[in-house]
């Protein structure tokens, strides 16, 4: 009869798929029985495609001769649904939670997260970074940590990268290329997103700053009732399509109770480099408006401008390597976000 010892040190050397880390150590393996000769191994999981791949590789591991059970992460009964009100505390850690969103994609919502992130940096606060966004973890890239791999400390906590003075952490660090569709259902996110509040070594925070996918969803909810967050920060464009989108994102906030920070304005305006002339390409205004309307702070605007795409795109925020006038876009917002929180 197989030793339970002898199958599980054969466990040790499967790996989780898309992590460089076995599914012993991630304590996947939930129990380890035997029927005669035949390993029956209990696996505790929530993604149906890794489980998938898990059996397939578990059964060439064992000559075609295993049992692979599924056994349900029990994640709901942890889980407050319902009270954001009274929402739980992942992140014990972080004085204060940040939590940047949008009504739709594009917008500009990453980029705000990260200069928001390094201005807080700047100005002596302990910060972290977590990228949320689930349908677009570009946050490495724009920080210029997207080689980087995912590491355990001793502790058995995720080692955050770091650059430009704060902590980060993406989603997209658990797919093996950048390219990798992330085509996970939402709950299987959300899990993984708690995995991050609670298994990433952040240290100390002042700020914890979480990128957060667009839109109004499971995702937007669940961190509501898992944290407390401190203020959301809406980021827009001015045109009226976005505006609309945007509503929905303010409203939701307030239906679920978590404070708003205030709302951005960004690609508001267009300054001609070679004329000085200022171009409102989307219109003017429609950002304060919005935020007049829902009687929400309004924290800056900030332009539509060639060099913040090209600093951003290379890994390097313009908040940190930009000229002045760059920088102060986002210190404004920075600022007057913390003359609401602080
Ligand atoms: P989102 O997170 O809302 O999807 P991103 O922050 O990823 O949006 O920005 C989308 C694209 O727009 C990126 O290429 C980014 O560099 C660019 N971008 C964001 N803000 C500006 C801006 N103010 N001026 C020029 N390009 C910008």
Redesign the pocket.
């Known amino acids: 009869m197989p030793e339970k010892k002898a199958i599980l040190e054969k466990l040790a050397s499967v790996q989780y798929p898309g992590l460089e880390r076995s599914i012993v150590d991630l304590k996947i393996v939930d129990s380890v029985e035997t029927e005669g000769e035949r390993p029956i191994i209990t696996l505790s999981m929530q993604n149906d495609e890794a489980f998938e791949i898990l059996r397939e590789r578990l059964a060439d591991l064992f000559g075609g001769n295993v049992e692979v059970r599924r056994k349900a992460m029990a994640k709901k009964r942890d889980m407050n649904y319902g009270h954001t009100a009274n929402p739980n505390n992942r992140a014990p850690y972080a004085k204060r939670v940040i939590a940047v969103t949008?009504g739709?994609?594009?917008?500009?919502?990453?980029?705000?997260?990260?200069n928001l992130a390094v201005a807080l940096a700047q100005k002596g606060f302990k910060v972290g970074l977590l990228d949320a966004?689930v349908y677009?973890p570009?946050i490495p890239r724009?920080l210029g940590t997207a080689d980087e791999k995912l590491r355990w400390g001793e502790n058995d906590k995720i080692i955050p990268s770091e650059n430009f003075g704060i902590r980060i952490m993406s989603v997209g660090l658990t797919t093996p290329t950048s390219d990798t569709p992330l085509v996970w259902r939402s709950s299987v996110a959300v899990s993984a997103l708690i995995q991050f509040l609670e298994d990433v070594d952040w240290g100390e925070l002042d700020f914890l700053v979480i990128?957060m996918p667009?839109g109004t969803g499971d995702i937007q909810l669940t961190m509501a009732q898992e944290l407390p967050i401190t203020a959301g920060v809406i980021?827009t464009t001015p045109q009226p399509v976005a505006l609309d989108d945007v509503s929905r994102a303010i409203m939701m906030f307030k239906d679920i109770h978590v404070p708003i920070g205030g709302l951005v304005e960004?690609?508001s305006f267009f300054v001609a480099p070679d004329t000085g002339k200022r171009y409102d390409i989307f219109g003017t205004g429609g950002g304060e408006a919005t935020a007049k309307r829902y009687d929400i702070p309004f924290l800056g605007q900030?332009?539509?401008?060639?060099q913040?795409?090209e600093f951003?795109?290379s890994g390097t925020p313009p908040v940190a390597m930009g000229d002045d006038v760059q920088k102060g876009y986002y210190r404004t917002v920075a600022e007057n976000l913390l003359a609401q929180i602080l």
Do not use: A, E
């Open positions: 949008s739709k994609g594009g917008v500009g919502k990453s980029t705000v997260s990260v966004d677009g570009n724009m990128d667009p980021v960004n690609m900030i332009p539509l401008d060639m913040i795409r951003s795109d």
